[in-house]
């Protein structure tokens, strides 16, 4: 993670694409690499309708890193209330549409709370398929 985070700054890692794409799915399928991983502890896991919220605590050397996952990518409001849990997160991956109010709330919760936006393409994603590469997060994925 340090190789991603050079600045030392709090990153949050957006999926972006239309509405009923699979945002979902994806965040889905890496929020369950990192439950396998052992080094890996889920700490506030809540349902929010069909959607989920979590945050992750990794023990790196002597530093503790925090991690904020959300599925929820098509409701302003829920984005909204969820993300400000994820405050003292190190890193955020969550979902929105594209565009409009929901990527309004991203922008928002970023400017205002310190943290460099990274938005990834879901379609982007998909073509290149890392999500199904892996089976589990080896030492130096984790790194």
Known sequence: ?????????????????????????VINTLYNLFIKNPSF???SYSTI???FSDIFTIQK???KI???ILSAGDDDSTINNEL???IKC????CASRTKDRTRNVIENFSNTNGFILRQINKSYLWK???TQKYGKISDKEID
Request: glycine share 4%; aromatic share 8%; hydrophobic share 25%.
């Open 49 to 51: 309708d069909s959607d």
């Open 41 to 43: 502890k889920s700490t």
């Open 84 to 86: 400000q849990k994820f």
């Open 90 to 93: 190190d890193y955020i991956i």
């Open 1 to 25: 993670m340090n190789d991603i985070n050079v600045n030392n700054r709090k990153i949050l890692f957006c999926l972006t694409s239309t509405e009923d794409c699979g945002k979902t799915s």
């Open 61 to 63: 050397k002597n530093k």
């Open 128 to 130: 290149t398929n890392e």
């Open 66 to 68: 925090f991690v904020g």
